[in-house]
């Protein structure tokens, strides 16, 4: 009987399953927020659960345990320093799933999984890039113009050494190469 099994397999072997939620885990801590599928979403969710509970208890052997599992110092750190905090108050319920459709290659079901806490951080990143890409366009704009100047007192040149009376001889259109295994087409 399977009694108490709950692994979620994915079609993998354990060494390649246990890497894979590993480095699913270390791109949530990073990205925050990480785009996959259903099945691979509700597979992390525990762990990555796991992971903060182990942040929010922060003594050496928490942090070793985390580590053996992720295998990622820059991820644990920011689990331990940043994300477990946040989420000090929970009793646990960390992430979400939001469900985003199908995939339109194999129609595989996607789903974002993200922190509870997220929204707060990424509200505040978002308010300092539009005040940083504000600044930067304004320079970009002034050495554009006299460049566009330049073309314009070419072009009225070129267009008196022509005749007006003469128009320009149409271009051939060229045949299109069209590739079907490796042959050219007979055309």
Same mark, same amino acid.
């Given at each position: 009987m399977r009694h108490?099994?709950?692994?979620?397999? #994915? /079609? !993998?072997?354990?060494?390649? $399953?246990?890497?894979l939620l590993a480095n699913q885990v270390c791109s949530l801590i990073e990205h925050q927020r990480i785009k996959t599928t259903l099945a691979k979403a509700r597979a992390v969710r525990p762990l990555a659960e796991r992971m903060v509970t #182990? /942040? @929010?208890n922060g003594s050496l052997h928490a942090r070793r345990t985390a580590l053996?599992? #992720? $295998?990622? *110092?820059?991820?644990?750190k920011k689990l331990f320093d940043d994300i477990a905090p946040r989420s000090a108050e929970r009793n646990g319920g960390y992430t979400r799933i939001v469900k985003l459709g199908y *995939? !339109? +290659?194999? +129609? %595989?079901?996607? %789903?974002?999984i993200e922190w509870v806490d997220m929204t707060e951080v990424v509200e505040q990143k978002a308010t300092e890039e539009k005040k940083r890409k504000?600044? &930067?366009?304004? &320079?970009? %704009?002034?050495q554009i113009e006299?460049? *566009?100047?330049?073309? @314009?007192?070419?072009?009225?040149?070129e267009k008196e050494e022509? &005749?007006? /009376?003469?128009p320009a001889p149409p271009e051939e259109a060229k045949p299109?190469? !069209? *590739?079907?295994? /490796? $042959?050219?087409? +007979?055309e």
């Open positions: 108490q099994k709950k692994t979620i397999k #994915l /079609g !993998r072997t354990a060494e390649h $399953r246990k890497a #182990l /942040g @929010k053996a599992t #992720l $295998r990622q *110092r820059n991820a644990v *995939r !339109r +290659s194999d +129609s %595989a079901c996607m %789903a974002f504000k600044k &930067p366009a304004e &320079p970009k %704009a002034e006299p460049e *566009r100047v330049e073309p @314009k007192e070419e072009e009225p040149a022509k &005749p007006a /009376g003469e299109k190469k !069209r *590739r079907w295994f /490796g $042959r050219k087409s +007979s």
